[in-house]
């Protein structure tokens, strides 16, 4: 085995005498190495053309080459596969590995773990109902979009944020007040309410006292609805957007709206992300 690697310097100088007309034997005694290396980082230039050290393959896969093709077909074929699963079917064909080889092995070939996104489910009607809602909107200035009144309710839990939360602390602070998430059983009470904004600013909050319904619909509408346009200076012709939920698009409601004369935007269903209140709603509950 070989215990020593000549520095580069001395792999050009071999190369460099043997460009001169010298012969192994000779480049051998000059620089006082073995004639076979002399040889062999001389066929190395001739093929590569460098004297370099060139990327060696490392320790022999323990899987076949037809094994990690299996495992990457799998792993695309059905993305919710896991590792556990994985190293199983290998292991069934004879080729036993541990989790960390799969995982290599798929990252080799882009594919990573992550956590899968909750998205409203869509069926083939909403799909097209959204692409038609996109194209119909295409040529839309911004001046039209700034005529807009954004809505929705939620619902917001006093102790209902759930996401992830970094903290800058030292060591054996953890469970410092500043440093911790409060918590309590049952959620700790929640209430419902009905917001709206536009790109001029933010409109009415309303707390939601009980059941929503049409009639109560209504009368939020009534009472905050020509109330925060004219605080936005939205104008009499601007354009008012709710969802498609059943108490927006009851017959009474949908009268409301064309007594008062104002226009609602034509919403695709199972669309909340198209309602950039969403981002806002967000932030507020955060």
């Given at each position: 085995?070989?215990?020593?690697?000549?520095?580069?310097q001395?792999?050009?100088?071999?190369?460099?005498?043997?460009?001169?007309?010298?012969?192994?034997?000779?480049?051998s005694?000059?620089?006082?190495?073995?004639?076979?290396?002399?040889?062999?980082?001389?066929?190395?230039?001739?093929?590569?053309?460098?004297?370099?050290?060139?990327?060696?393959?490392?320790?022999?896969?323990?899987?076949?080459a037809?094994?990690?093709?299996?495992?990457?077909?799998?792993?695309?074929?059905?993305?919710?596969?896991?590792l556990?699963?994985?190293?199983?079917?290998?292991?069934?064909?004879?080729d036993?590995?541990?989790?960390?080889?799969?995982?290599?092995?798929?990252?080799?070939?882009?594919?990573?773990?992550?956590?899968?996104?909750?998205?409203?489910?869509?069926?083939?009607i909403?799909?097209?109902?959204?692409?038609?809602?996109?194209?119909?909107?295409?040529?839309?200035?911004?001046?039209?979009?700034?005529?807009?009144?954004?809505?929705?309710?939620?619902?917001?839990?006093?102790?209902?944020?759930?996401?992830?939360?970094?903290?800058?602390?030292?060591?054996?602070?953890?469970?410092?007040?500043?440093?911790?998430?409060?918590?309590?059983?049952?959620?700790?009470?929640?209430?419902?309410?009905w917001?709206?904004?536009?790109?001029?600013?933010?409109?009415?909050?309303?707390?939601?006292?009980?059941?929503?319904?049409?009639?109560?619909?209504r009368?939020?509408?009534?009472?905050?609805?020509?109330?925060?346009?004219?605080?936005?200076?939205?104008?009499?012709?601007?354009?008012?957007?709710?969802?498609?939920?059943?108490?927006?698009?009851?017959?009474?409601?949908?009268?409301?709206?064309?007594?008062?004369?104002?226009?609602?935007?034509?919403?695709?269903?199972?669309?909340?992300?198209?309602?950039?209140?969403?981002?806002?709603?967000?932030?507020?509950?955060?």
């Amino acid at each position: 085995m070989k215990n020593k690697e000549h520095t580069r310097q001395v792999r050009d100088t071999v190369v460099k005498k043997f460009k001169a007309g010298f012969g192994y034997k000779k480049i051998s005694q000059a620089l006082n190495i073995p004639r076979r290396t002399v040889q062999a980082i001389i066929l190395k230039w001739k093929e590569y053309q460098t004297t370099a050290n060139l990327p060696r393959p490392g320790r022999p896969s323990k899987l076949s080459a037809h094994t990690r093709r299996r495992l990457i077909r799998d792993a695309a074929k059905r993305p919710m596969i896991t590792l556990d699963e994985l190293q199983r079917s290998t292991a069934e064909v004879g080729d036993s590995v541990h989790r960390t080889t799969i995982s290599r092995i798929l990252h080799k070939s882009g594919l990573y773990g992550r956590v899968a996104r909750r998205k409203p489910f869509l069926k083939d009607i909403h799909k097209k109902c959204c692409l038609k809602f996109a194209t119909s909107h295409l040529g839309d200035t911004p001046n039209m979009w700034k005529k807009v009144l954004w809505s929705d309710e939620t619902k917001i839990e006093l102790f209902g944020n759930n996401a992830k939360r970094y903290v800058w602390r030292k060591s054996n602070t953890a469970h410092h007040p500043e440093h911790t998430i409060p918590t309590v059983k049952h959620g700790g009470g929640s209430i419902m309410v009905w917001a709206c904004f536009s790109s001029a600013g933010t409109g009415k909050i309303v707390k939601i006292d009980g059941k929503m319904d049409g009639a109560k619909y209504r009368t939020i509408l009534e009472e905050n609805l020509m109330e925060s346009a004219k605080d936005l200076r939205l104008g009499r012709r601007f354009v008012f957007q709710q969802d498609n939920d059943p108490k927006h698009k009851a017959k009474s409601t949908m009268e409301w709206f064309k007594n008062k004369h104002i226009q609602v935007l034509e919403w695709p269903s199972q669309s909340p992300d198209l309602n950039p209140i969403e981002n806002l709603l967000k932030e507020l509950k955060t």
